[in-house]
């Protein structure tokens, strides 16, 4: 199978602190990576496509300077959330995909981030 | 029109019963057809997959595809309990780096 781990699971913090979180294709080398955010009760929303080695790709209305992406191997991507507040606390979830046409994604197990 | 969009729910079926999930999308130029499980507060995890015209079968689940209407549903059979879920409904419209659109989720509670 296709296993991506993701880590932390949870993080608390207070306000303006900045957040990192690590998303790794354990068995699968992955040129594209995909962060989510989903709060409660909705859908998941694309925010950035990271690709290894170059920029990542954001979805219209996220902020690049707040979510930082960085893609430095074909099995790391990692987010930072740039000095964090309050409506930053939602559920952030990272897929990866192997390379080539029409493959699956598969799906970390999430962050859940809370700014108090 | 939604680019992808799923029936809404919730839908309740009884446990052993069969139940069925739909998905429509817009764009004809779509290459594949991914069918997500999300449990309450975790992450999807990927049921199916389907390219091709048809019926694709694994296990309890089917998956059916039918590109000239656009739709692609999913059937369980035997619904248990633990079917209970979101399912999310995702289409690659072409992209060869694996890009999805998703649907906004059908909500499944299998009652005993």
């Known amino acids: 199978g296709a296993v991506v781990s993701q880590h932390p699971s949870r993080v608390i913090c207070k306000s303006g602190t900045s957040v990192k979180i690590e998303c790794r294709s354990l068995d699968f080398q992955a040129t594209t990576m995909f962060w989510y955010r989903q709060f409660p009760k909705q859908s998941l929303m694309l925010m950035a496509t990271?690709?290894?080695?170059?920029?990542?790709?954001?979805e219209q209305g996220v902020e690049k300077d707040k979510f930082l992406i960085n893609h430095a191997s074909l099995t790391l991507s990692t987010l930072t959330v740039a000095s964090a507040h309050p409506e930053d606390s939602s559920f952030y979830i990272c897929?990866?995909?192997?390379?080539?046409?029409?493959?699956?994604?598969?799906f970390g197990d999430g962050t859940r981030l809370s700014i108090l | 029109q939604k680019e992808v969009e799923q029936n809404s729910g919730p839908l309740s079926v009884p446990e052993g019963a069969i139940a069925s999930l739909n998905c429509t999308y817009s764009d004809r130029g779509s290459q594949s057809f991914f069918w997500y499980r999300q449990y309450s507060g975790k992450s999807p995890e990927l049921i199916m997959f389907i390219y091709s015209n048809g019926d694709k079968e694994d296990g309890r689940f089917t998956a059916q595809l039918n590109k000239a209407s656009q739709y692609v549903s999913l059937l369980i059979r035997d619904s248990q309990p633990s079917d209970s879920a979101t399912y999310l409904c995702?289409?690659?419209?072409?992209?060869?780096?694996?890009?999805?659109?998703f649907g906004q989720g059908t909500i499944l509670t299998v009652h005993p």
């Open positions: 990271s690709n290894e080695g170059s920029k990542a790709t954001y």
């Open positions: 995702a289409v690659n419209r072409g992209a060869s780096y694996g890009k999805l659109t």
């Open positions: 897929s990866a995909s192997r390379t080539g046409f029409n493959q699956p994604q598969h």
